[in-house]
């Protein structure tokens, strides 16, 4: 049975619907993931889902309790903590900040004091804990605010970009108390994120929203490998979105024609269908000689521009089919690739992600 389950949500703001026909389930003990840009309705619905905000439409359900107007859900919101992208943190003490959601809850002044102890010596705060919490730097608030919602335990840990505006070094401890509050049993998190190597690393299950919708929802792998739509493709990593039409095909194996060339495909789509091929740039491999191996599409290119994004370098391949690929920097050093040199590029079929034109939004 699913912890929270949103039906039909939509949400309207000024004339302009900022959430449309919204389905999702969260289960319990896991970590759901939100991706999308800027503007995608991610916050607005964190914010439904919380009790901070109300729907225009449709129906938000939390351990089988429907969320209805006008009926008090104060008992409901206590089971559930938010932390926003902007830290937000009371001019107070750090010790007194993490404090406040035990105090509302009357509970005695030890037990007050254990777990605000224990939490911010779990957060490596301890030194601060009587400082103002506003004097600090935008990770350690973040840091504050994020044990001050998990110390009062909540059956449901909504998180809104939580690492957004941190360095690496604290975004890696943030992301590690995050798996911590997860699997040690103690609760559910809903987050958003736009970072894609986060949502790999924390999330079960992910929905990918565009527009205002959810475009596609299932567990990471299926997301990650398996795009329904080209604008999931594009946001997911497959840089390389080329359109064709299939005009050949083997049982399982079709010849899809891209401009003047074609480019063998794993595709149940019948001839003469348009498509859109999708292709991760780390899928692709580059040879200074035509490789003897198992892909069945090698192209003759030349390298149009090689830029190095330590530890990786992007190849802007020229040629048969335009290409962008990734690759280590020591093997684009090693290869000597320059621009005006070239390659053979490489891409097996089993790489290629072939949706189907009718069913891009």
């Known amino acids: 049975m699913s912890l929270v389950a949103v039906s039909n949500l939509g949400k309207k703001i000024q004339e302009r619907w900022i959430l449309k026909d919204i389905n999702l389930k969260v289960e319990r003990g896991k970590i759901s993931a939100i991706f999308g840009p800027t503007g995608a309705g991610k916050t607005t619905l964190l914010r439904i889902i919380g009790l901070l905000d109300k729907p225009t439409a449709g129906l938000v359900t939390i351990n089988d309790l429907e969320v209805k107007p006008g009926i008090d859900n104060s008992l409901l919101r206590r089971k559930i903590s938010m932390v ?20 509302i809850r009357s509970l005695s002044y030890d037990l007050i004091k254990e777990r605000v102890d224990t939490i911010l010596n779990n957060f490596g705060l301890e030194k601060y804990a009587w400082l103002n919490a506003r004097k600090l730097s935008g990770g350690e608030m973040q840091k504050v605010a994020l044990a001050r919602a998990m110390v009062v ?18 975004s890696g401890e943030v992301e590690e108390k995050i798996k911590d509050y997860v699997y040690s049993g103690k609760g559910t998190i809903i987050m958003s994120t736009h970072d894609l190597q986060q949502g790999q690393r924390l999330a079960d299950h992910i929905s990918v929203m565009h527009n205002g919708t959810i475009t596609q929802y299932g567990d990471k792998g299926e997301i990650f490998y398996h795009p329904q739509t080209i604008e999931v493709a594009r946001f997911i990593g497959f840089d390389n979105i080329l359109t064709g039409t299939i005009v050949d095909r083997v049982n399982d194996l079709s010849l899809v024609k891209i401009s003047e060339h074609s480019l063998e495909v794993i595709s149940n789509e019948p001839i003469g269908s348009e498509v859109n091929i999708c292709l991760r740039p780390e899928d692709i491999t580059i040879s200074i000689n035509k490789p003897a191996g198992s892909a069945r599409n090698t ?5 149009k521009r090689v830029s190095y994004l330590n530890p990786l370098a992007r190849i802007e391949l ?7 690929c990734l690759i280590t920097s020591s093997s684009a050093r090693d290869l000597q690739l320059t621009s005006g040199k070239q390659v053979f590029a490489s891409i097996k079929t089993t790489a290629i992600r072939v949706i189907p034109k009718k069913i891009s939004i």
């Open 299 to 303: 192209y003759l290119c030349e390298i």
């Open 153 to 170: 335990k909540p059956e449901i840990l909504i998180l809104d970009e939580p690492t957004a505006n941190l360095d690496i070094k604290t």
């Open 318 to 324: 020229d040629g048969n089919i335009p290409l962008i």
């Open 84 to 103: 926003l992208q902007k830290p937000v943190v009371f001019n107070s003490s750090v010790w007194e900040n993490v404090a406040y959601g035990l105090r």
